[in-house]
């Protein structure tokens, strides 16, 4: 190649190179300058995108909440009574207060050791303060219209009650009533009351048997339904209820409790929230 030739070629390289090197140049100084003037417009422009698509994804969201399972699961225990509470009452008349309370005195003597002798516990057995009651006997004519009364006397009614962890002695002592009668004592017998003194470590109990029947109906459901058991939402405890054994007795919207009833069956729900994961 001449000579001229091949010189004009290299200059004509040199200034293509020359013309890239300022362009880049050029560019870089642009664009930092461009940066440095609107940096703050970018990043807000770069905030609000984010913002905007954490908003949508929200937004397509909403409505759709976490799958769980609710769940019912029950306690129950049957149980004894270990408690009875008896109570009676009895009555003298008299035309004289004085001699009214004499006798009625007499006959709490007598059925206190009557009791006593039974196996129950003095300790066990309250008399209450007597009722006193003026009596009166009112006359009418033949047109059923009043025309007087007199007084017939003093009536005083004592109370009693027996209150025994000794159930079977009290029960069978309750039955046998008939002895004070045939002694001149009028006794009147209420049906015994029975509970149990131990309900507090017993509805523990039936709680966590309940919380476990609860939970394996869960995990039940959620296998069965191809998923897995999360973590625990919600938990609410339903109303105790203390029926007869074997009855058909309804339940109470406030919880029932049964005392006319030896044996006795408790029960208790747990509603359980689980979610699915």
């Given at each position: ?258 005392t006319s009833s030896r044996r006795k069956t408790a029960n208790i729900t747990m509603r359980l929230e689980y979610k699915i994961d």
């Open positions: 190649m001449p000579k001229s030739k091949r010189i004009k070629n290299n200059f004509l390289c040199y200034n293509i190179l020359t013309w890239n090197i300022n362009l880049a140049t050029f560019i870089k100084i642009n664009a930092m300058n461009f940066f440095k003037t609107h940096a703050a417009t970018l990043i807000i422009s770069i905030a609000v995108i984010v913002t905007g698509y954490i908003l949508g994804h929200s937004y397509l969201s909403k409505g759709k909440p976490d799958p769980v399972i609710s769940v019912t699961g029950l306690g129950e225990q049957s149980f004894d009574s270990d408690l009875i509470v008896w109570r009676a009452n009895f009555s003298r008349n008299n035309m004289e207060l004085k001699q009214a309370y004499a006798d009625l005195n007499n006959d709490v003597k007598r059925v206190k050791s009557y009791l006593m002798s039974k196996g129950i516990s003095e300790d066990e057995i309250v008399f209450e303060a007597a009722d006193i009651q003026k009596m009166f006997h009112t006359e009418y004519d033949g047109d059923g219209n009043e025309i007087g009364s007199y007084f017939t006397g003093y009536n005083l009614t004592q109370s009693l009650k027996v209150r025994s962890k000794k159930v079977d002695t009290v029960e069978k002592t309750s039955r046998e009533v008939s002895q004070l009668i045939d002694a001149g004592i009028e006794l009147n017998s209420n049906a015994p009351e029975y509970y149990y003194t131990k309900l507090a470590e017993l509805k523990i109990k039936m709680i966590e048997e309940a919380t476990k029947d609860a939970y394996d109906r869960a995990q039940k459901i959620a296998e069965n339904a191809g998923g897995a058991l999360g973590g625990l939402k919600t938990a609410d405890m339903g109303v105790f209820q203390i029926t007869a054994e074997n009855s058909s007795e309804d339940y109470s919207w406030g919880g029932s409790f049964n």
